[in-house]
């Protein structure tokens, strides 16, 4: 398999960008928490020669795709097979970190990991295969009331309570172990004037994944864990994909960025002062010329920022065994 077959890296050019000042000097250190095919993380160390990189990822096949991918960097290159929650262990000092959310072009495009609706696989959706629970399972023991619970946070589909009824009722005769299964049910629990508003599986699918690998829960514990570990002029850099990981990303990022001086304190100590500036405006989108070759960057909404100092909060943590 050709990496660059079927994974096309999304916002490169703007990424390389935003993280270059923190790159310049020798010995930077380069953590790629999302690691993937290795994409993103080969054209940095490319552009870069004097960089080392940690990748990081939870799913074994993209850790054994990217290792022969960047195996001609030889000892520049470390991969953990990790949550990139445990981030905080692996990027102390790091100088950029790069967080490129969601699921993976090669978990889309291998049919049998079960994430697309559109291909009929087993119910799996773990990113990671070695450990967790399946969709399946989740489909199978959860009440009605959780499953409207994860439909409803997690994918904010409007018909969560229909969808959890039809397949609690469904499943008393035959279990659903597989997507087209699934998208059948759902299919056929799904009004018809509500269907032409969009396939009635995208969000139940993508409530499921999350649920799943525990996606938001995870990224909660990542994003500050990040900032804390990056040291001083360093930069992080985040894509997401939908609202919910995107609004986890900006009220860590402006929390950072914002004073904590008392109102109306007449001269800003230096302990309030902010300990990161954003660096984009908002979220950025992909150009159109970007989102017209590559669909999935249609979604992407990225944000970056640079810690401008160290709290004795990040000191502790940093001196933790």
């Keep these: 398999m050709n990496p660059n077959d079927i994974h096309i890296p999304v916002m490169l050019d703007r990424c390389v960008e935003l993280l270059a000042p923190a790159l310049q000097h020798d010995g930077a250190v380069l953590v790629d928490a999302t690691l993937g095919m290795g994409g993103h993380s080969e054209a940095l160390l490319t552009r870069f020669p004097n960089i080392r990189l940690v990748g990081l990822d939870r799913d074994t096949d993209a850790l054994r795709i990217a290792g022969e991918r960047l195996a001609r960097f ?153 900032m804390y570990a990056l040291a001083v002029g360093g930069r992080i850099v985040v894509m997401s994909y939908q609202s919910l990981e995107d609004r986890l990303v900006k009220q860590a990022f402006t929390a950072a960025s914002a004073s904590t001086a008392p109102a109306g304190l007449p001269v800003e100590l230096p302990e309030h002062a902010p300990r990161f500036r954003t660096i984009t405006k908002g979220a950025e989108l992909a150009t159109e010329e970007e989102r017209a070759t590559n669909p999935r960057a249609i979604p992407v909404r990225l944000r970056a920022a640079e810690k401008l100092r160290e709290t004795p909060r990040d000191e502790q943590r940093k001196d933790r065994p």
């Design 74 to 226: 030889g000892d520049r290159v470390t991969l953990v097979h990790t949550v990139y929650d445990a981030i905080g262990e692996h990027a102390r000092g790091a100088s950029g970190i790069l967080f490129d959310l969601g699921v993976s072009s090669l978990q889309l495009d291998e049919a049998e990991r079960g994430f697309a609706y559109s291909k009929d696989a087993p119910l799996d959706m773990r990113m990671d295969q070695t450990s967790g629970i399946t969709a399946e399972e989740v489909l199978a023991t959860y009440s009605e009331g959780q499953l409207r619970r994860i439909f409803e946070r997690y994918g904010e589909e409007k018909l969560s309570a229909r969808y959890a009824r039809f397949i609690v009722q469904a499943r008393q005769s035959t279990p659903l172990t597989r997507s087209g299964e699934l998208v059948d049910l759902l299919i056929e629990a799904t009004p018809a004037a509500v269907q032409r508003a969009g396939h009635p599986a995208k969000r139940v699918f993508q409530a499921l994944r999350i649920e799943v690998n525990a996606e938001l829960s995870v990224l909660a514990d990542a994003i500050p864990a990040a």
